[in-house]
């Protein structure tokens, strides 16, 4: 069955550096997002990604963060100085078609800023 | 925006019960409505999920029920298992593209045998 893959499972990483973290969507895929889960909170939208442009952010995806789909199959995310607050689980999502469809997730990367 | 209400945080079952979780979404715009499970270390998976057209929906053990008027759904498990333990996920979205889901604040069901 096809997956959704994200590299690495866990990252740990001094506050002001900057992070990327890599996804596999499914291969005939065309939208792709990224949430956040802080540990015990609800899972939050970041972005949705289409046709090499964002298509929708939430207020947390502000200037330190950007997204890109360096080649044909992976889709970035980044984080340019991280803060202690973003420490959360990063997963990244694709679906076929846009809302109304099957979002399938990674099983996400566990993002530590110490 | 979209904000989903989720109840209850945590639910203890013994096997063999039904479980209900319950729902509800401020956005009238918002027709699409997925229920994902988590299960620990892992990601959301899709388990059920019911678009506005329909009222109701079942797989198995698993249905879910929309009512749009009251701007509720529903998570209905019966005949429940030890492996049905884990957060259950309410979200809502509208259909158009790149929408993003968004989510209740989670479910835990723990099944006891």
């Known amino acids: ?114 | 925006g979209e904000n989903v209400e989720q109840h209850p945080s945590t639910l203890s079952v013994q096997e063999g019960d039904s479980a209900v979780i319950k729902c509800t979404y401020s956005d009238s715009a918002s027709n699409y409505f997925p229920w994902y499970k988590q299960e620990l270390g892992k990601g959301p998976q899709l388990i059920i999920d019911i678009r506005s057209n329909v009222g109701e929906k079942k797989d198995q053990r698993i249905a879910v029920t929309l009512n749009k008027t009251a701007k509720h759904f529903s998570l209905h498990i019966t005949e429940t298992q030890p492996e049905d333990s884990a957060v259950y996920f309410c979200a809502a979205a509208t259909y158009q593209a790149g929408t993003a889901l968004i989510f209740g604040k989670g479910t835990t069901l723990s099944v006891s045998s």
Request: charged share 20%.
């Open chain 1, 1 to 114: 069955e096809p997956e959704v893959t994200q590299t690495p499972s866990h990252q740990v990483t001094q506050m002001g550096q900057e992070v990327i973290l890599r996804c596999v969507p499914i291969s005939n895929h065309l939208y792709f997002y990224w949430y956040r889960q802080i540990l015990g909170q609800k899972v939050e939208f970041l972005v949705s990604f289409y046709n090499n442009e964002i298509s929708e952010k939430s207020e947390i995806f502000d200037d330190q963060f950007s997204v890109e789909r360096p080649d044909g199959s992976n889709f970035t995310l980044k984080i340019r100085s991280t803060k202690l607050e973003d420490s959360a689980m990063y997963f990244c999502a694709s679906s076929a078609d846009g809302g109304g469809t099957e979002a399938f997730f990674g099983q996400g990367t566990r993002l530590t800023v110490v």
